[in-house]
T-cell receptor, first 116, second 111 residues
Framework: DTGVSQNPRHKITKRGQNVTFRCDPI?????LYWYRQTLGQGPEFLTY????????KSRLLSDRFSAERPKGSFSTLEIQRTEQGDSAMYLCASSLNTGGSGNTIYFGEGSWLTVV | SQQGEEDPQALSIQEGENATMNCSYKTSINNLQWYRQNSGRGLVHLIL?????REKHSGRLRVTLDTSKKSSSLLITASRAADTASYFCATGRSGNTPLVFGKGTRLSVIA
């Protein structure tokens, strides 16, 4: 499979616990994005990386959220001290930024988080 | 914050009919992309249209872009039950910025 891969696909956790999601982008894609989506809403941007550099973080990304892309390949998104409001689908996406006007962004299947 | 607004929020049609979804946005853009999402799944990229383009086709899909009106439309011709999904428009302020999504149109195609 050469698409964007996300793990785990589903996670149920108790409030206050930490969770970590992993994303493997399409090989050779230098851009990696994290979005969050709740029921009935469109995806909301969280953060993105160009290679290993985190270039932008949304105000939605509170101090409890941290994302890394240590070697410019896979990425992890960690949520500390989870709250019920964190329940959502976390989507990872990747693209090849060639500096042109508009790059197709490819999404993974998402990781569902339920905080109980 | 979400820039795009899709209209209608929900659309129900018979198989074989055409489906038209509209997207309006607020700020200037570099490109606009349409995605499809089946319930509980990830987003599938449908088509990208750049700000200097007015119309693009891909199979049964036709996308138009009117930058003067800050709007785009997605037309699905000869719809099929398998087209049932949510459709989102997403805008990019430049070639290098993340996409901003609207809330989507839920399309139901009845066989």
């Amino acid at each position: 499979d050469t698409g964007v891969s996300q793990n785990p696909r589903h996670k149920i956790t108790k409030r206050g616990q930490n969770v970590t999601f992993r994303c493997d982008p399409i090989s050779e894609h230098n851009r990696l994005y994290w979005y969050r989506q709740t029921l009935g809403q469109g995806p909301e941007f969280l953060t993105y990386f160009q290679n290993e550099a985190q270039l932008e973080k949304s105000r939605l990304l509170s101090d409890r959220f941290s994302a890394e892309r240590p070697k410019g390949s896979f990425s992890t998104l960690e949520i500390q001290r989870t709250e019920q409001g964190d329940s959502a689908m976390y989507l990872c996406a990747s693209s090849l930024n060639t500096g042109g006007s508009g790059n197709t962004i490819y999404f993974g299947e998402g990781s569902w988080l339920t905080v109980v | 914050s979400q820039q795009g607004e899709e209209d209608p929020q929900a659309l129900s049609i018979q198989e074989g009919e055409n489906a038209t979804m509209n997207c309006s946005y607020k700020t200037s853009i570099n490109n606009l992309q349409w995605y499809r999402q089946n319930s509980g799944r990830g987003l599938v990229h449908l088509i990208l249209i750049r700000s200097n383009e007015r119309e693009k086709h891909s199979g049964r899909l036709r996308v138009t872009l009117d930058t003067s009106k800050k709007s785009s439309s997605l037309l699905i011709t000869a719809s099929r039950a398998a087209d049932t999904a949510s459709y989102f428009c997403a805008t990019g302020r430049s070639g290098n910025t993340p996409l901003v999504f609207g809330k989507g149109t839920r399309l139901s195609v009845i066989a």
